[in-house]
């Protein structure tokens, strides 16, 4: 059922970025939200489930995206494992913990994905300093405000679907 429910966020979650509208005000940038759930599995579950949410939603968007192959992954797996090693330092489940979280993966996606692009020799339109401050500004907005609510939904739908009190009598230390 764990994995059900993964597959299930990273779906919805790519659906949502995709029909979100990008604006020119804000870098044409979408909430991350994919990278957002990879971040709830970094925080709240393994490092292999973090990893396999961060490769399933890295390789469904770089299906979908014009991004290429691998560097959705790699951007994603990167902030997941930065929050799953500092998680018992920093996170501690209250609201001002989730806004932070999400705040540095908005910001740690944009930039690790920035340094493949321009270490792959890609250059896009959107390379452009502006547009650059402008994307890397919204999507630490849109981490900090859309975070709380991927987490909050996302503890909700394991605890309805029981995944949590499955995991907590295997595990109790997880």
């Known amino acids: 059922m764990s994995t059900l429910v993964m597959i299930l966020a990273l779906f919805a979650g790519l659906v949502l970025e995709q029909v979100w509208p990008a604006a020119f005000l804000t870098g044409f940038s979408r909430p991350p939200f994919l990278a957002l759930v990879v971040a709830y599995y970094a925080l709240n579950h393994s490092m292999p489930a973090m990893l396999a949410a961060a490769l399933l939603?890295?390789?469904?968007a770089d299906c979908v995206g014009a991004l290429p192959p691998g560097v959705t992954t790699l951007a994603a797996a990167a902030a997941g494992?930065?929050?799953?090693?500092?998680?018992?330092?920093?996170?501690?489940?209250?609201?001002?913990?989730?806004?932070?979280?999400?705040?540095?993966?908005?910001?740690?996606?944009?930039?690790?994905?920035?340094?493949?692009?321009?270490?792959?020799?890609?250059?896009?339109?959107?390379?452009?300093?502006?547009?650059?401050?402008?994307?890397?500004?919204a999507s630490v907005c849109y981490g900090a405000v859309f975070f709380p609510a991927v987490y909050a939904l996302m503890?909700?739908?394991?605890?309805?679907?029981?995944?949590?009190?499955?995991?907590?009598d295997v595990n109790p230390d997880n």
């Open 155 to 168: 503890k909700k739908l394991e605890v309805l679907t029981g995944v949590i009190a499955i995991q907590n």
């Open 81 to 137: 494992a930065a929050l799953f090693f500092s998680r018992e330092t920093v996170f501690g489940g209250k609201l001002m913990a989730n806004v932070f979280c999400g705040a540095a993966v908005g910001a740690g996606v944009t930039v690790i994905t920035f340094a493949l692009l321009l270490l792959s020799g890609r250059t896009f339109y959107s390379v452009q300093l502006p547009v650059l401050l402008l994307k890397f500004a």
């Open 57 to 60: 939603g890295g390789f469904a």
